[in-house]
Structures are given as structure tokens and as C-alpha cells.
T-cell receptor, first 117, second 115 residues
Framework: GAVVSQHPSRVICKSGTSVKIECRSL??????MFWYRQFPKQSLMLMAT?????????EQGVEKDKFLINHASLTLSTLTVTSAHPEDSSFYIC?????????????FGPGTRLTVL | AQSVTQPDIHITVSEGASLELRCNYS??????LFWYVQSPGQGLQLLLK??????LVQGIKGFEAEFKRSQSSFNLRKPSVHWSDAAEYFC?????????????FGTGTRLQVTL
């Protein structure tokens, strides 16, 4: 149980285009979902926290107009990288928290490798 | 602000040898502590977590960790390492309570296992 999927697993796009990444909790409802960014051989940096039906809360330094997050249902959150540029190339990982069922536990997706040419 | 330090960037051990990965944290209250493992190009898998109670926590794959408040440490151990344990290991501290916590990760320790 507690499986989180991400789609796509890998995407290559041209500079200036937008890319949408989906994060789904497959067998539980996620009150909260998190989006992280990981640069090569570095740690995960939290980008934003999203709660179902609410606006996402972005960490300091993360452009909310650049990284659009939508958490429309208890099983789906999306991250859209708008007008992507090469510096946005990274490994994006989401996590989902079951919330009150198992507080303070997050389950991570397999990640999405974004390459912007 | 909470923070996590993993002093060892890279560790190499022989298969069958014991392992200890260090983690020190900084947090004002009682921390929620986690160890995750990441294989190349993959997401994170939870190895174990400490919320309260017994300070020696058992996890999956034969791993354990001990919470030492006096040392602000949560070191990960395994008595006998297998080649499949080669991966990146992240220690994390959770902030807040309730439905979900924001996690702050350490910089990770890359484990290499020699045969």
C-alpha cells in the first residue's frame, strides 16, 4: 500500500514551453502533497506544499508563477513548469501525506526528470 | 529553523561489514526524524522513522537507528551490509504536527559497497 506515482518519468522539452507533471496517490487519499526539486548529487529542496482545494504554499525563493501547483482532488496534484528554461532542468519529486490516518508520514513518488533544451 | 547535517558525503564499506551513517539535527522541540534511501534515478523509500517512545527504532531491510537527544543525533546502522544497499541515504527532520510535516533533508550520504 501507500503507492505514489508520477507521470511522466522523463520529459525533454524546448526552452519556452510549459511542462505538466502529475503526482497521484494510488491507494490512499492525500490531504497534503509536497513538491521537491533535486539537483544532481544534491539533497531534496522543498518547493511547495499543497492541500486539496487550497492554494499551494511556496517556499521562500520559489516563483509561484513559474511553478504552478494544482491539488484538485485528494489523489492528484500537478506541477506545471511554465516557460521552461535550461536552468529548470532538474529531478522533480512529489510526496503525498495520508494526513490524519498516518500523520507525519510522507510517501514519495519515483520522480520526474525534466530536461529543457 | 530546523536543519540536518550528514557529515559523511561518501562512505565505502565491504559487503558483510557493519555500517553506521551519521545524522545530526537542529530543532527546537522534539523532532520527528526519518531515514530515506534513494537508488539512482528513483524516488525515496522510507527506511524508518522516530516520533516518540523507544529511542532505538527498527526499520526495513535490517536497518535500525538510535535517537540520542543529548547528542542531537539519529544515526543509522546495519550490522551486515549487502551489495544491494549501495544507494544514497538521506536523514530528514519533520517540522510541525497534525496532518503533515514539512521535511528538511540532509545533504545525503552515498554508500558504496565493495565485494
Amino acid at each position: 500500500g501507500a503507492v505514489v506515482s508520477q507521470h511522466p518519468s522523463r520529459v525533454i522539452c524546448k526552452s519556452g514551453t510549459s511542462v505538466k507533471i502529475e503526482c497521484r496517490s494510488l491507494d490512499f487519499q492525500a490531504t497534503t502533497m509536497f513538491w521537491y526539486r533535486q539537483f544532481p548529487k544534491q539533497s531534496l529542496m522543498l518547493m511547495a506544499t499543497s492541500n486539496e482545494g487550497s492554494k499551494a504554499t511556496y517556499e521562500q525563493g520559489v516563483e509561484k508563477d513559474k511553478f504552478l501547483i494544482n491539488h484538485a482532488s485528494l489523489t492528484l496534484s500537478t506541477l506545471t513548469v511554465t516557460s521552461a528554461h535550461p536552468e529548470d532542468s532538474s529531478f522533480y519529486i512529489c510526496s503525498a501525506a495520508p494526513g490524519l490516518v498516518r500523520p507525519d508520514t510522507q510517501y514519495f513518488g519515483p520522480g520526474t526528470r525534466l530536461t529543457v533544451l | 529553523a530546523q536543519s540536518v547535517t550528514q557529515p559523511d558525503i561518501h562512505i565505502t564499506v565491504s559487503e558483510g561489514a557493519s555500517l553506521e551513517l551519521r545524522c545530526n539535527y537542529s530543532y527546537g522541540a522534539t523532532p520527528y526524524l526519518f531515514w530515506y534511501v534513494q537508488s539512482p534515478g528513483q524516488g525515496l523509500q522510507l527506511l524508518l522513522k522516530y516520533f516518540s517512545g523507544d529511542t532505538l527504532v527498527q526499520g526495513i531491510k535490517g536497518f535500525e537507528a538510535e535517537f540520542k537527544r543529548s547528542q542531537s543525533s539519529f544515526n543509522l546502522r546495519k550490522p551486515s551490509v549487502h551489495w544491494s544497499d549501495a544507494a544514497e541515504y538521506f536523514c530528514a527532520v519533520g517540522q510541525g504536527t497534525g496532518t503533515a510535516s514539512k521535511l528538511t533533508f540532509g545533504t545525503g550520504t552515498r554508500l558504496q559497497v565493495t565485494l
